[in-house]
T-cell receptor, first 117, second 114 residues
């Protein structure tokens, strides 16, 4: 049982480059989300999705795009990387609370450390 | 907007002793969940304990328990019989019911000393 899988685990980019962080889950979770973790600031929500074809912005969406074409995958795209996007990124998923799933528990991937030079 | 505050950036405790991590939150919602997540050096986020706001009884999970004071908007985590494996960063988090969106505190780094 793989759970939530993120790739790559480490990435170094130059300013202005683009890249996609991949996230896949095999638990048939409706809800998926992306967080970034910065020292002293906890984790902050970037974007989230409550199901295939539906996405919405979180606290810090600027500079990031997402799409949700399937239930399993939720990629995060950086179109033009900036040094301020140096961070550790976490993908998380959960059952839909509306569907009566376990109340609120998020399952996290192992994180992706991104450095933008 | 909801906020979560952890006022203790770092704490330490001797092995086998008890330690309490503090968390306060601010919300106008009445229906929500509160969580404590653990992040060891491996970086993996692990759910420690969950509390539903409508439940008055404090949640417990083995050596971990919470003191949930709804009126004071306080949600502290008590770790009993601390073990070396408890060394980690601990995050308090808030979720408005049905949204699935977590609001995290800044984190408390806990070191358990032998």
């Amino acid at each position: 049982n793989a759970g939530v899988t993120q790739t790559p685990k480490f990435q170094v980019l130059k300013t202005g480059q683009s890249m996609t962080l991949q996230c896949a889950q095999d638990m048939n979770h409706e809800y998926m989300s992306w967080y970034r973790q910065d020292p002293g600031m906890g984790l902050r929500l970037i974007h989230y999705s409550v199901g295939a074809g539906i996405t919405d912005q979180g606290e810090v969406p600027n500079g990031y795009n997402v799409s949700r074409s399937t239930t399993e995958d939720f990629p995060l795209r950086l179109l033009s990387a900036a040094p301020s996007q140096t961070s550790v990124y976490f993908c998380a998923s959960s059952y839909s609370i509306l569907a009566g799933g376990p109340a609120g528990e998020l399952f996290f991937g192992e994180g992706s450390r991104l450095t933008v030079l | 907007a909801q906020t979560v505050t952890q006022s203790q950036p770092e704490m330490s405790v001797q092995e086998a002793e008890t330690v309490t991590l503090s968390c306060t939150y601010d919300t106008s919602e009445s229906n929500y969940y509160l969580f404590w997540y653990k992040q060891p050096p491996s970086r993996q986020m692990i759910l420690v304990i969950r509390q539903e706001a409508y439940k008055q009884q404090n949640a417990t999970e083995n050596r971990f328990s919470v003191n949930f004071q709804k009126a004071a908007k306080s949600f502290s985590l008590k770790i009993s019989d601390s073990q070396l494996g408890d060394t980690a960063m601990y995050f308090c988090a808030f979720m408005k019911r049905v949204t699935g969106k977590l609001i995290f505190g800044q984190g408390t780094t806990l070191q358990v000393k032998p």
